[in-house]
């Protein structure tokens, strides 16, 4: 029995190790990815290995198997949707190559296992998605805002010229000219507009916008009719954003009514295919008297030979809704939510969309569950499967 309960613990405490410890890089964004498994599940496993080895390699194998089926069973039920294939190879391959590099230490194969342990390191800095870059060809996009997307505002660490972490990501497809007057729109030579929360626009200046957009301009309009992003200006300073939306003549021009009051301060939104994004008080339109809000969040409407698409919000290009760690906006790992790369679709370009999220509080507490059922019946059955294990060592050394 005390045998049993020995084999049990050594396969069973493994697996909830890696689970855990690849959590807490979980919780920081929200995403049910593999990869976030891979560091805990190298170093770890490469530790087994290296204890393990005089057990053979059934008992290295399910070890390695069993904190892979244990995060990858939490990530597909979390997300309600089967992770990656790439990113479940990846990791399986990690927890292998780390379990045998490690029993390869303890031996006559040690350069051998040093460079399996050289390869997880290789995978784990190669695999994941790599930090964005920008591409040859970039369109232009004009943006016209009063938020502070191009400089630093008084009392937020920098002032003067810098770019907002939203913009970084949308230089890397857009060559991107910020407009104080809709009248540079076609001297400026682009063919896509980002209007996010503008200043109020004379007559002529929406008429510019309007002539722009019936050439065969692509517009993507936020307007938000209650606006949170934060500022150290005061209120009624010229400089701050206006904390209502002022393009309602243009919009009822173009045929949108807003419909109702602005929805629950701040929601994760997932769309159809699953992406996500987070939205703050957005407010719900009418597009000539019907609802058909395009991927279930956004209007679009033909104007001309242009094209319109309008969200109700601001705020979810405000980094605090969409990015870990504002200083490194490049890195998809550490988004929150697929906000730029949905807007960098709404623009016309592309950017890599396959992040799969954690749903809602049951769901990532059911997946908890199931993931330590598993944990623990897998490493029931290895221990019974392995009984023999220590047997056949006694017997060979008693040989």
């Known amino acids: 029995m005390k045998a049993g309960l020995g084999r049990f613990l050594r396969l069973w405490l493994p697996m909830l190790a890696v689970l855990f410890l690849g959590l807490q890089r979980a919780w920081l ?3 049910a990815d593999p990869w976030d498994w891979g560091m805990p599940a190298a170093i770890l496993l490469a530790g087994m290995g290296l204890w393990l080895a005089p057990r053979g390699w059934p008992s290295l194998t399910w070890v390695a198997m069993g904190s892979v089926g244990t995060a990858l069973i939490f990530c597909t039920l979390a997300a309600l949707r089967a992770p990656g294939a790439l990113a479940s190879l990846g990791l399986a391959t990690i ?17 051998v296992g040093a460079i399996l342990l050289l390869l997880t390191a290789l995978l784990l800095w190669r695999g994941p998605v790599q930090p964005l870059i920008p591409v040859a060809d970039r369109p232009k996009l004009a943006v016209i805002t009063a938020l502070p997307l191009f400089w630093g505002e008084p009392g937020k660490g920098a ?54 957009v019936r050439a065969g301009g692509r517009i993507l309009v936020l307007a938000d009719p209650l606006l949170r992003w934060p500022s150290a200006l005061p209120p009624g300073d010229r400089r701050r954003a206006p904390s209502i939306s002022l393009l309602g003549p243009l919009l009822a021009h173009w045929g949108f009514q807003p419909d109702g009051t602005p929805e629950s301060p701040e929601i994760r939104h997932f769309m ?28 679009r409407k033909r104007i001309g030979r242009g094209e319109v698409l309008l969200l109700g919000d601001a705020d979810l290009i405000d980094d605090r809704l969409w990015l870990a760690d504002p200083a490194r906006p490049l890195d998809p790992r550490l988004w929150v939510a697929d906000t730029p790369a949905r807007v960098t679709h709404w623009l016309g370009s592309d950017l890599p969309d396959q992040r799969h999220w954690m749903r809602s509080a049951p769901d990532v507490t059911r997946a908890l569950r199931w993931a330590l059922i598993a944990a623990t019946g897998f490493a029931i059955l290895g221990a019974i499967a392995l009984a023999r294990e220590p047997n056949r060592q006694g017997i060979r050394n008693k040989s």
């Open 29 to 31: 964004t929200g995403q």
């Open 95 to 111: 927890a292998l190559l780390a379990v045998l590099g490690g029993a390869a230490l303890r031996g006559p194969w040690r350069p």
């Open 159 to 212: 002032t003067g010229p810098i770019d907002a972490p939203i913009i970084t990501v949308l230089r890397t497809r857009f060559d991107i000219r910020p407009l104080d007057d809709p009248a540079q729109l076609v001297a400026s030579g682009a063919r896509s507009l980002l209007l996010a929360q503008p200043r109020a626009l004379t007559p002529a200046q929406l008429v510019a916008i309007d002539q722009w």
């Open 272 to 299: 159809p295919d699953g992406g996500l994004v987070t939205l703050s008080a957005v407010q719900p339109f009418l597009m000539d008297g019907d609802r058909g809000p395009h991927d279930g969040l956004v209007l």
